[in-house]
């Protein structure tokens, strides 16, 4: 038996059937020494091996040569070192159902199958021992006497070729060492293909292998095949390069900086500025925050990555006042965004004109229609405005007549009055403004509204008295039937009348050289107030002052004795001095009130605070028939009221 180098090694000895050959070959790398003429059975370690560790050692047991095409059976006896080799079992091959026998240091093989015969005229592995190492030193293995092989017609005779097989140390590292793994060394026969791979650390990329600074091979996972020395083979990696974009949000919100390529670890900075009108907000990464700062600095991972810069448009005050007080009204103020399109009017009140819009005290625009667009920054502008003056211009129809006064330049609405004082011998007609009559007292009071001219009219002085004790006789919701008292030779009358506080100079209904003392006006609208004039017609150079106005209501004629809904309860009634209102419902709160007379005048109104019950006092009104009227919460209710002597 030869001792073989401390490295993967076989020893094979040669047998004749039954009989020990004492001569011993050595033979080259992966392929025995056998002679050609005479059947063999061979074991090479690490001929047919696998790639695994140094310390698994898988042994085929290959047949070949004449006379072995129909192998039904075989015996092994071998023999192995137990104190470097412990035995592990075998893999099939050609064949299974092999009979294992071992005792310490020896292995006994047996199998036969007649039925299913085995041919191998060329090699075929019967089968694969497993060995574990445990031991350094030489490895040896034996074919023992005894060992035989059989086929159908018996016994064969077999040479047993022992041979050896020189294994060499497959070294792999990486470079960088923190760059990857290095995979696939160990110890090797020459002119084995051995699997390489090469796995980059995050970050890094796989360049090449190399053997003494010479390329191998350009791929991370490769073949390599074992020369028959021992070899040192280095995984080459690189940092790899990752691309940092960066995006605003939205685009125009303003601009980014910092984009570009960066190696796995090193430090990036990224900056964002907000354009005019826009507040920087956050860095996102895939939808999340990840920065609040507008530079955000970090280590750059081992991926690409998509930054975005969040803007937000700012909006921005637009408030707006006037001045004076009262003198008009703005519109337009608001938040705008920066450079949207802002539009303010000043509107002035009656009475009033535009002047000007200020901003800190200056003139911005003589427009009361402004149209700017939004700067980046709140704005407060105030619309000015003046009161407009008026002219009141007085003059009289005749200078011998009479005077006038109160006339001038007025600011718009002061209330004022002109006189117009007739000379002896002259009386007082109207004032008249375009030849129509707008007053008929001397002492005409008014509020300047616009320029005006107005002419007192003087008369020679003639005597004609005004009508006296104007009454209601009848009253309905539609109808009103008036009469007065004038000296018995004045037999024409005119009349003007018209809704309360109408414009006697402009307004009302005038009926002229009326032939009665009294007149039925018809067609009235009912709940309403009017006022009613007359003067005496003497002739037509001559007639009188106007007498009135009397006032008169269609408010609540025609009402029945009660009316709305059971809400409230007077009593007494009939009564003298005092009623008493209660509400059956209970109610309080504020209690709105009006007694009204038989011709259809409001006698007494007040408001008072009412709950449940009140006392009201009539001493004051003289007997006769009225109508009380209340309003509260959204109820109404009245009644007729008799008030004795």
């Known amino acids: 038996m030869l001792r073989l180098p401390e490295k993967r090694l076989a020893l094979i000895l040669l047998f004749a059937f039954g009989i020990l050959i004492t001569s011993v070959s050595k033979l080259s790398a992966q392929k025995a020494y056998f002679n050609e003429s005479v059947p063999t059975v061979k074991n090479i370690i690490g001929d047919e091996a696998s790639n695994s560790a140094v310390n698994f050692i898988t042994v085929p047991i290959t047949m070949a040569g004449p006379g072995l095409g129909a192998v039904t059976s075989f015996n092994f006896f071998l023999e192995f070192d137990a104190s470097k080799l412990t035995f592990e079992g075998y893999l099939p091959g050609a064949v299974n159902n092999v009979a294992v026998n071992t005792q310490g240091n020896f292995i006994t093989l ?28 030489d490895v040896a293995l034996t074919f023992l006497p005894g060992s035989s092989v059989g086929n159908l017609q018996g016994l064969l005779a077999v040479t047993y070729v022992n041979g050896i097989v020189q294994t060499y140390q497959l070294t792999v590292s990486a470079n960088p060492a923190q760059g990857g793994m290095a995979n696939g060394g160990g110890e090797y026969v020459s002119g084995q293909s051995v699997n390489l791979q090469a796995t980059p ?63 796995f670890g090193q430090n990036v900075s990224v900056s964002a500025i907000a354009s005019t009108g826009y507040t920087f907000l956050n860095w996102t990464l895939n939808g999340q925050i990840v920065s609040t700062a507008s530079t955000y600095s970090f280590t750059m991972p081992a991926s690409d990555l998509s930054l975005w810069a969040n803007f937000q448009q700012n909006e921005y005050a637009l408030t707006l006042d006037f001045e004076p007080p009262l003198s008009g009204s703005v519109s337009g103020a608001g938040n705008y965004f920066y450079n949207a399109s802002v539009n303010v009017v000043a509107s002035p009140s009656t009475g009033y004109h535009f002047l000007h819009w200020l901003q800190n005290g200056n003139i911005v625009s003589i427009s009361a229609a402004y149209s700017f667009l939004m700067p980046a920054n709140a704005l407060h502008l105030t619309a000015v405005f003046e009161i407009n003056q008026y002219t009141i211009e007085l003059q009289a129809n005749n200078p011998e007549g009479g005077n006038v006064s109160g006339g001038g330049e007025f600011p718009y609405n002061t209330q004022i009055s002109v006189n117009a004082l007739p000379n002896e011998g002259f009386a007082f007609i109207a004032w008249t403004e375009n030849g129509l009559p707008v007053s008929f007292s001397h002492n005409y009071a008014f509020s300047v509204v616009s320029n005006r001219i107005l002419t007192a009219v003087f008369e020679v002085e003639m005597i004609c008295q005004k009508p006296v004790n104007i009454i209601v006789t009848a009253l309905g919701e539609s109808f009103a039937t008036l009469s007065w008292i004038s000296p018995s030779e004045v037999l024409k009358w005119d009349i003007l009348w018209g ?57 609540y004629v025609s009402l029945a004795e009660k009316s709305g809904a059971s809400t409230f309860w007077i009593y007494p009634n009939p009564l003298r001095e005092y ?40 001493r004051h009104l003289p007997a006769g028939i009225y109508f009380f009227r209340g309003i509260m919460n959204n109820h109404v209710f009245s009644e007729k009221l008799i008030l004795q002597d």
């Open 499 to 555: 809704s309360a506080g109408f414009d006697t100079a402009q307004g009302g209904a005038f009926v002229p050289h009326w032939m009665e003392n009294t007149i039925t006006l018809e067609d009235l609208n009912p709940q309403t107030s009017y006022d009613f004039y007359v003067r005496a017609y003497c002739n037509d150079a001559l007639m009188s002052e106007w007498a009135g106005p009397v006032q008169f209501s269609t408010h």
């Open 579 to 618: 009623f008493t209102l209660e509400s059956l419902d209970k109610l309080h709160g504020l209690l709105t009130y009006e007694i009204i007379n038989s011709t259809g005048r409001v006698v007494e109104k007040s408001n008072l605070i009412f709950s449940k019950k009140t006392v009201i006092d009539t």
């Open 110 to 137: 047996n199998w036969q199958n007649p039925a299913a015969p085995v041919n191998c005229i060329n090699p075929v592995t019967m089968l694969n021992l497993q060995f574990n190492r445990i031991g350094n030193g």
């Open 201 to 263: 650390s995050e970050g890094y990329e796989f360049v090449s292998w190399t053997n003494n600074g010479q390329v191998v091979s350009s791929n991370a996972s490769f073949s390599y095949t074992m020369p028959a020395t021992n070899v040192s083979l280095i995984a080459n990696f690189q940092l790899k390069n990752f691309q940092v974009t960066t995006n605003s949000l939205p685009s125009s919100g303003g601009t980014t900086s910092g984009g570009g390529f960066y190696t």
